[in-house]
């Protein structure tokens, strides 16, 4: 970890990942972690690495090396430059709504749970990104009144599985993710979410990009995404 990142930026000496804030089943969602451990950190853009699932409602100490569950290395951050992420042409509103009835993981989804795109949740996100002729994957989201960095990286996450899943089997985890907010969206304001793949396979890794725009196409924030395959098979 950079030298200049410590536990003392902004006076945060734990974070608790709440238990609603699932990814799969007991453990936190990859995107919305990430997303704490970088404003624990002060860090934007950031880059944040997934040592180990990130238990819920666990107090988790933040440390000048990383994030700990007692002994446990859970995360770790550092300053990140995301100008190698170039967005695909973007998909639009309309576009994006219509993708949502083509989402793969309301057929079959390994963590139907989960708050950012689980089809089973009542509370999250709902984000279900289906595939769009631009490329990749696309979904709409409205924000509500809790918006926020955590909200946004949350957000950035689970489309990029679902751009590597229309072509791949599951399951696959979040093993690193790096944002960059330009902007964050406004409360109630319509916005459409963008997942690609941005790289070819190296063994169990797996490349994405993901990005936010509001309706009209203005980009808020893009992030970059390796996902690790939980098995290894000719097509996973």
């Not at 909200?151 to 791949?168: R, S």
Request: with cysteine.
């Amino acid at each position: 970890m950079n030298e200049t990142l410590t536990a003392s930026v902004g006076g945060v000496a734990e974070i608790v990942v709440a238990g609603r804030y699932n990814g799969p089943a007991g453990s936190g969602n990859g995107g919305y972690t990430c997303g704490l451990v970088a404003a624990a950190y002060g860090v934007a853009p950031a880059e944040v690495t997934l040592r180990r699932p990130p238990p819920l409602d666990t107090p988790l100490d933040v440390r000048d090396d990383g994030v700990y569950d007692g002994d446990v290395l859970v995360a770790t951050v550092t300053p990140a430059d995301l100008t190698d992420v170039t967005p695909p042409m973007f998909a639009g509103y309309v576009q994006a709504r219509a993708a949502e009835h083509r989402y793969a993981g309301l057929r079959d989804h390994p963590f139907p749970t989960c708050f950012v795109c689980g089809p089973d949740r009542a509370d999250g996100l709902h984000l279900h990104p289906g595939p769009v002729e631009t490329g990749g994957v696309a979904t709409g989201w409205t924000p509500g009144d809790d918006v926020s960095q955590e909200m946004v990286w949350a957000a950035l996450d689970c489309p990029g599985a679902w751009a590597l899943l229309q072509t791949d089997e599951a399951p696959i985890v979040l093993g690193r993710l790096a944002v960059e907010i330009l902007s964050l969206p406004r409360p109630g304001t319509p916005c459409v979410v963008t997942g690609w793949r941005r790289a070819e396979r190296e063994g169990r890794k797996h490349y994405a990009g993901t990005a936010l725009h509001d309706a009209a196409g203005t980009l808020l924030a893009k992030g970059r995404a390796t996902w690790i395959a939980l098995q290894s098979s000719g097509a996973s």
